[in-house]
């Protein structure tokens, strides 16, 4: 997993690039772009570190909206302000809203189709492990956090157990759960 | 023509007015994702105005869900079952609209605050969190699969080629596709 010293970052070179890289990745973005977008964003085009990619994630996840729309504004703003999210933002939605309309109208001529309903129960299969991957792969960024290794991988556990058994709402965990974690990990830098 | 404009023409220009309201509102409520507001834009569009029928409802969340890109999609299906193009419009603007706006200016208050210890405790205490929520989302989502083999197999396939290749997950998920198409998962 630990792939030696991370390359140099770079950033792109215009609202265009953002836009192509943020349409070629929702593009190949079954069931979810997050893991997409780890893959091209800090594996391939070394926009941001791993770390970067969690804060901006962290931050994209507690306000309102899909985590990927924000995490695409806020990285275009980062490089271009505004002309920049909206490069991201059109690239992210454009390409993917003419293909699910195109699918919504023809929707009733595939569904029946048994091939292709099993196919889908495949394709949700692997991006679901493509999230887990994903949170495996960007755990080693949890190695410089000031709230130290035991109890960052508490709070990984208890948040996972949290939302996916006990299905509390993500609205609570961020305020009970993550208040603590704050707040241990503000005392943690102030000593 | 207007079929592709306006779909069955259920709705009256002030219906598109205030679904397009209604979706600004659920943007703001959507902490956790769009996806999160589904059980009261269900109640809404389906309970409330009858613009939909539960199945229609329950296909259209489906349908994006397959197809690439954010799963926020959905909305533009809703909104295209509902009323053509017009309702793509109300519906996507509606979503995006107040979420965008707060996403900017919350990521330059962050910026202009970076050293404070608000947001630096804020990025090292959440960070854990949104490992956390990874993790479980992943587990959720194979909810409907669990009692397949397959279905462990197909996950352990993505884990190795995320983790240990650089080639793009278009490649698990068309794996994904045959293995399913082939009908290991039910």
């Known amino acids: 997993m630990n792939e030696g010293a991370p390359p140099r970052l770079r950033e792109p070179a215009s609202p265009g690039e953002l836009f192509r890289a943020f349409n070629a990745l929702a593009l190949q973005g079954f069931g979810g772009v997050l893991p997409v977008a780890q893959r091209v964003l800090v594996e ?97 960024t949890l190695e410089g956090n000031p709230l130290g290794r035991p109890l960052a991988g508490l709070m990984v556990l208890l948040s996972a157990l949290a939302i996916g058994w006990w299905r509390v709402p993500l609205v609570w965990v961020v305020l009970g759960l993550g208040a603590v974690s704050m707040a241990l990990a503000a005392w943690r830098m102030q000593r | 023509m207007n079929a592709i404009l306006f779909g069955p023409g259920l709705l009256t220009h002030a219906d598109l007015w205030a679904m397009c309201l209604h979706f600004m509102l659920l943007s703001v409520l959507a902490i956790g994702g769009a996806i999160t507001t589904t059980p009261e834009m269900s109640r809404y569009v389906v309970g409330e105005r009858g613009w939909l029928s539960d199945a229609q409802f329950t296909a259209s969340v489906a349908l994006a869900q397959a197809a690439p890109g954010p799963n926020l999609l959905f909305v533009a299906v809703i909104g295209w079952n509902v009323a053509g193009l017009a309702g793509v419009a109300a519906t996507m603007i509606g979503s995006l609209l107040p979420s965008t706006t707060l996403a900017l200016l919350a990521t330059r208050w962050g910026a202009q605050h970076q050293q404070t210890l608000a947001v630096r405790a804020f990025k090292a205490g959440m960070a854990p969190l949104t490992i956390g929520m990874l993790l479980a989302t992943g587990w959720v989502l194979t909810e409907p699969l669990r009692g397949h083999v397959a279905t462990a197999g197909l996950v352990a396939v993505a884990v190795v080629f995320i983790l240990y290749t650089r080639l793009s997950p278009l490649w698990p998920i068309a794996i994904g596709a045959v293995v399913g198409a082939l009908g290991y998962l039910g």
């Open chain 1, 44 to 140: 391939q085009r070394n926009w941001l570190t791993r770390e970067q990619f969690v804060e901006v994630l962290s931050l994209g996840q507690v306000l309102p909206g899909p985590n990927i729309v924000n995490m695409a504004l806020m990285i275009g703003d980062r490089f271009f302000g505004l002309r920049g999210a909206a490069a991201a933002l059109l690239g992210l939605l454009c390409a993917p809203l003419l293909i699910v309309l195109l699918l919504a109208a023809l929707y009733g001529q595939l569904s029946g189709i048994p091939a292709v309903a099993g196919a889908l129960r495949g394709m949700g299969a692997v991006s679901a492990g493509l999230i887990i991957a994903t949170a495996l792969k960007v755990m080693p």
